[in-house]
């Protein structure tokens, strides 16, 4: 039987003995409700942030303001910052965080609906990739969910 992609990243943090923390704004959890499905997952995920607002990005993940304004809550640069921020706020050896539009609404000019930035960040380890979805809400927050516990596990299985 094939284990999902919540399972074989539950896998590797616990064959690593790693610690994963998230950081949502547009999936609105959904990462950390994929991991926790994963019986026995509380022994490497320590929890997430649902940080919807630029405040809540600014104060609870320490998104810099001038991030915010310079890039824009869905941008590479905010999403790595999230990404360290769940990982600081946690206290966690790995932390990804997903920023995006899952519309049907929200496009700005050169942002168009279904624009997603998932970052993954660890020790010595940066990594942030864009998407643009071209479906529906529910199904642009499934990609971004996937894509997000794909980029992680890409990340543990590159370590020795």
Wanted: net charge neutral.
């Amino acid at each position: 039987m094939t284990s999902s992609l919540e399972e074989k990243v539950g896998e590797l943090l616990n064959a690593r003995r790693l610690t994963l923390a998230v950081a949502e704004s547009c999936t609105g959890g959904l990462v950390g409700h994929r991991l926790t499905n994963v019986p026995g997952s509380s022994a490497y995920f320590l929890g997430g942030v649902i940080a919807y607002s630029n405040e809540a990005k600014a104060q609870l993940l320490g998104v810099s303001r001038a991030t915010l304004t310079d890039f824009g809550a869905v941008s590479a640069e905010t999403a790595r910052e999230m990404a360290r921020g769940a990982r600081r706020a946690l206290g966690a050896d790995v932390g990804v965080s997903v920023t995006g539009i899952a519309g049907p609404g929200g496009a700005l000019p050169g942002k168009p609906v279904g624009l997603t930035w998932i970052a993954c960040a660890a020790q010595n380890f940066e990594r942030a990739e864009r998407y643009v979805w071209e479906d529906d809400r529910i199904t642009n927050k499934e990609k971004s969910a996937e894509a997000a516990l794909r980029l992680v596990k890409d990340y543990l299985e590159g370590l020795p």
